[in-house]
């Protein structure tokens, strides 16, 4: 095999490798839809002088601190082969997915903070406290978890619309999505609907359906070949992807 062929190789499993992984990272940052049912009882205005168990409260930020994770992975791993695109998005999508993960952070700290009052023996001194937190949460993910991914999806459509790494069928879901997701959280602002009504719901599904099925493209599929990010002469005048493949002669 010639020097240029192994080359060719080694960048194609690194391209994969890179894809995958980006997959992988995309299909974890949905490990959260549980905490939907798992912070219920931490939103009770009771909650810090009632009885019960709070494992559940601990498994949801468990989770959330997996997708805060995920999602900042997401960005990072991808950034090396999205800068030969435009390395301006790129760096932004990044941006956006830290501030996104930094939010569902310090929303997961305030639910925890609830918890450390209850097993303190607060009392009825701190429902006050409690409840301000339990409404500081929804305020946050309001922001972080509403808002954030809106950008981050806008970007992201963007950057994969123009380089052709996947079918275009995919960023023109976020397209749709985005705006659609924006247009909930100005309504959920203004208190049109609630931010866990039906309506906010529907507005976030496309979003979800393009990172899902991102994810699952990524991690089945791979990078499209014919993209002209991928070609000899851009991978030449570029850096490498975050994976590389087996060193060898």
């Known amino acids: 095999m010639t020097t240029a062929g192994v080359t060719d190789s080694r960048d194609e499993v690194s391209l994969r490798t890179t894809s995958l992984v980006a997959g992988v990272l995309y299909l974890l940052t949905f490990v959260s839809i549980p905490t939907l049912a798992l912070y219920v009882p931490v939103h009770d205005p009771n909650y810090v002088v009632g009885p019960g168990p709070d494992g559940g409260v601990f498994s949801g930020g468990i989770l959330e601190v997996i997708v805060a994770l995920a999602g900042i992975g997401t960005a990072v791993v991808l950034f090396p082969v999205l800068k030969r695109q435009n390395e301006a998005l790129a760096l932004g999508l990044v941006g956006s997915r830290v501030l996104e993960a930094a939010g569902i952070l310090a929303g997961v700290a305030c639910l925890l903070a609830i918890v450390s009052l209850r097993q ?3 009392g009825a001194g701190a429902l006050v406290a409690s409840q301000t937190l339990a409404i500081l949460y929804d305020r946050i993910f309001l922001l972080s978890q509403s808002l954030m991914p809106a950008v981050n999806d806008l970007l992201l459509g963007v950057l994969l619309y123009q380089s052709r790494l996947v079918p275009r069928v995919l960023p023109l879901i976020a397209f749709i999505g985005a705006p659609l997701l924006l247009v909930s959280w100005i309504a959920v602002l203004l208190g049109i ?5 039906t309506p906010a719901a529907l507005a976030a ?13 990524l991690v089945v599929k791979g990078f499209k070949s014919s993209s002209p990010i991928l070609s000899s002469d851009a991978r030449d005048a ?3 992807p975050l994976f590389t493949g087996p060193s060898g002669d």
């Open 120 to 122: 303190a023996g607060a």
């Open 205 to 217: 599904l496309p979003v979800a359906v393009f990172e899902f099925s991102l994810g699952v493209y």
């Open 193 to 197: 609907w609630g931010q866990n009504s």
């Open 238 to 240: 570029e850096v490498e």
